[in-house]
């Protein structure tokens, strides 16, 4: 199969839902081979046939399940040139509201786990040649949002981790992150689903929509492809400009600017 990953074969966790499965299809449709790790084993399943693949069920949060998986995932696809660490949760309440199990939750999920899964798939696509890895991080691990202090934290980390990643591995080994912003995924859906809420954050954005999970997905496939052969340790942001916006004078500045 043609394709701008022809022959590649890709490794995606949580590839069941979201910006996951869009990646999924969207590899597909560019020639790779692709594995799907999620926790949901009938969502892995479905998006497995869906890209005619491989599906496999782990917690991410499971270091030692996670190792083990990711290497039978390699085994079943004859080896491996990328790896997309795309699992992730979330919560929102007030810092000192945190207990300690949330706080282990979120760190475990968004930070420790890529860094799990790179410890055993970076040697892997350094030992075949070379690849990329893009870790999914967020817009929020640039500019904090309120409420989400340790899952903030953690995707910061995680942009930490790619560079260092880009560093140690190079030159075979590329490594990057993908900030995505306010996307349509089940994790959003409370917001994305109301006419009105959805309206007032596409009127904030200056591309004036909300994200799709193919958007995000494009960038992925961009960053995994010979088009980004120079590119490593960076971090790429898809939130439609919102990070742009200066929430204490734009406001003012567009009432002057009429």
């Known amino acids: 199969m043609d394709g701008l990953l022809a022959g590649q074969k890709v490794i995606i966790t949580g590839g069941g839902a979201g910006i996951g499965r869009a990646t999924a299809e969207r590899m597909h449709a560019e020639g790779a081979a692709v594995a799907v790790l999620d926790i949901d084993a009938d969502a892995a399943a479905e998006v497995a046939e869906s890209v005619r693949g491989s599906g496999f069920v782990v917690n991410v949060k499971d ?56 410890r055993a798939i970076a040697p892997v696509l350094a030992a075949g040649g070379g690849g990329s890895i893009v870790n999914v991080t967020s817009a929020s691990a640039l500019r904090p949002t309120r409420g989400e202090a340790p899952y903030s934290a953690a995707k910061a980390a ?84 919102s990070l742009l916006v200066n929430a204490q004078v734009d406001p003012l500045l567009q009432r002057w600017l009429g």
């Open 63 to 118: 270091r030692d399940g996670l190792a083990s998986v990711l290497l039978e995932a390699v085994d079943t696809l004859g080896g491996c040139t990328a790896l997309v660490n795309n699992a992730g949760v979330g919560n929102l309440k007030p810092l000192d509201r945190y207990s300690d199990k949330e706080w282990d939750l979120l760190i475990g999920v968004n930070l420790t786990a890529v860094f799990t899964a790179t």
């Open 158 to 241: 995680v942009v930490a981790l790619t560079q260092s990643t880009a560093l140690e591995y190079g030159p075979s080994v590329r490594a990057n992150t993908v900030a995505p912003g306010f996307i349509r995924t089940g994790l959003t859906a409370m917001a994305a689903d109301d006419p009105a809420l959805s309206a007032d954050l596409a009127s904030r954005t200056p591309l004036a929509r909300l994200g799709e999970p193919g958007d995000v997905a494009d960038v992925i496939v961009f960053l995994c492809s010979s088009l980004s052969r120079y590119v490593t340790g960076q971090t790429i942001v898809v939130d439609g400009g």
